[in-house]
């Protein structure tokens, strides 16, 4: 390490001080606190200055932050002198990655919990912090205070995994198990949680799949040490989930989650990285997982299946993650050492979604009269996809049938939606959800695991 190593206390500079940012201060300004870290943990932290982009006359006792330690020039923080460990949580692209590279280059450690920025450009931040000889932390960057990065990358360092599953948005879970349980539309569970906080006004990065798949590539990049970005991400989000799918779904022993999931295609090297509805079986675990909590599913040639489980947002819990890292920095910075740096073992292929099988459910209203079911059947068997149960309700003059197939190609079911769609006698084809942590006939196509699809 090339860092100065502080003799005292080490001096901590905190980038925004919103929700996370606040807690953090809280906490670093707590002398109670202070000391029993400094008792259990050995290290010594001050908080040296807090940058916002705001700064009004009202703001240090509105943030419980002494004066004289708010700024609104953080480059200017992070180019203090007497500064020893950056932490970043101001969000974003800009300036946040500006501000973190300033502070690798001049040698300090960083904290972060920017998952979107890791996502985008995180090999060039752990490359830029490898060349400096500093450490770059971010375990509350995928689920707070649910412990991810370190366990990957430091318990799991010599595992071979080979799928990690996720539900990792607290509010599409939340919106789905509102859905699930009070029959309630998408609008009307994502208007509650509106009103209780769960969901941004504009929910768009939750809802349409963003902030997952920033998640699913963070923990991919280390589960499987290859360079994964949030663009590498297949994504669908949730808008397009009706309550009648998650009815079917309960009728059929399934519950309906957004799952981010990586895994290695027929055991490597191909991998797989998407965000999408699915229907897991009631019985695998993370069908248990409801309102805004988090788990993440791995499983591993050795360890078997690991799950992690908690709150996976929230500004204390966001705020103990990134002061756990901060300790970690400090014990370094006070006594050598270092984490492990991310490794990355060469290039990455990602199998097209194409390419990929699974059990399909799909549901589709055709005109009720004699021989429209052995049409729609002969479209599937055309596509080679084979049906493994169908269920007919009546509505009026038209039916709405209800399929779940045998494992099949993604391209053919595509195919076979895509021929429904011109048969005379279809009125519309409804929701197609993908059916994960089920077992059927064996697939050489699949990749290996239990939660085979
Ligand atoms: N909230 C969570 O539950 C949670 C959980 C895990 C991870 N995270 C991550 O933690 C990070 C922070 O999230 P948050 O919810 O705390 O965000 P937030 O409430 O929006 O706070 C952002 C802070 O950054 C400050 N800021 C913005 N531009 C700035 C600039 N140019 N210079 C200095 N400060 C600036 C803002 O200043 P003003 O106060 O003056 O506007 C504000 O204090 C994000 O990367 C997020 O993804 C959040």
Redo the contacts with the bound molecule.
């Keep these: 390490m090339t860092s100065k190593k502080p003799a005292g206390r080490v001096r901590v500079a905190l980038?925004?001080?919103?929700?996370?940012?606040a807690s953090l201060a809280s906490m670093l300004t707590d002398p109670n606190r202070l000391a029993e870290i400094e008792m259990h943990a050995g290290v010594s932290l001050e908080l040296a200055g807090v940058?916002?982009?705001?700064l009004t006359e009202r703001r240090p006792s509105l943030l419980g932050v002494p004066a004289q330690l708010l700024t609104?020039d953080?480059k200017g923080l992070v180019e203090r002198d007497d500064i020893d460990v950056v932490v970043e949580?101001?969000?974003g692209i800009d300036?946040a990655r500006d501000l973190i590279e300033a502070a690798l280059r001049a040698g300090r450690p960083v904290v972060t919990?920017?998952?979107?920025l890791l996502a985008t450009v995180g090999s060039e931040l752990a490359d830029l912090a490898a060349s400096n000889g500093v450490e770059l932390l971010y375990e509350?960057?995928v689920a707070?205070a649910i412990p991810l990065i370190r366990p990957l990358r430091e318990s799991l360092a010599a595992e071979r995994i080979t799928r990690v599953t996720g539900i990792v948005n607290g509010t599409t879970n939340f919106i789905l198990t509102r859905m699930a349980e009070s029959g309630e539309d998408y609008h009307e569970a994502l208007a509650e949680a509106q009103r209780l906080g769960l969901a941004e006004r504009d929910p768009t990065y939750d809802v349409e799949g963003g902030d997952a798949a920033a998640k699913i590539a963070i923990l991919a990049s280390l589960a499987f040490r290859r360079e994964v970005r949030a663009s590498d991400v297949y994504v669908e989000g949730i808008t397009a989930v009706r309550p009648i799918d998650i009815e079917f779904a309960a009728h059929l022993g399934y519950a309906v989650k957004l799952l981010a999931v990586a895994e290695l295609v027929q055991g490597g090297p191909d991998l797989s990285v998407r965000v999408h509805p699915a229907m897991v079986p009631k019985s695998h675990p993370l069908a248990a997982v409801r309102g805004a909590y988090n788990a993440v599913f791995i499983e591993g040639e050795a360890s078997g299946e690991l799950m992690l489980y908690g709150r996976g947002?929230?500004?204390a819990a966001?705020a103990s993650a990134v002061l756990g890292d901060l300790v970690v920095a400090a014990r370094h910075l006070r006594s050598g050492g270092s984490s492990p740096a991310p490794s990355r073992r060469g290039p990455v292929s990602f199998r097209p979604l194409e390419e990929l099988s699974s059990i399909f459910y799909l549901n589709v209203d055709v005109v009720d009269r004699p021989g429209v079911l052995a049409a729609v059947a002969t479209v599937f068997g055309h596509h080679g996809v084979s049906i493994r149960s169908m269920e007919q309700v009546g509505l009026g003059d038209e039916a709405r049938l209800v399929f779940l197939t045998h494992v099949a190609r993604e391209g053919s079911m595509l195919a076979t939606i895509e021929d429904l769609h011109h048969l005379d006698a279809v009125d519309r084809v409804g929701s197609v959800l993908r059916v994960i942590g089920s077992s059927d006939a064996p697939d050489p196509s699949a990749g290996p695991g239990l939660a085979r699809p």
Excluded at 15 to 21: D, P
């Design positions: 980038l925004g001080c919103g929700n996370v940012g940058a916002v982009a705001s609104d953080a949580l101001i969000g300036p919990a920017n998952k979107a509350a960057s707070s947002a929230g500004g966001a």
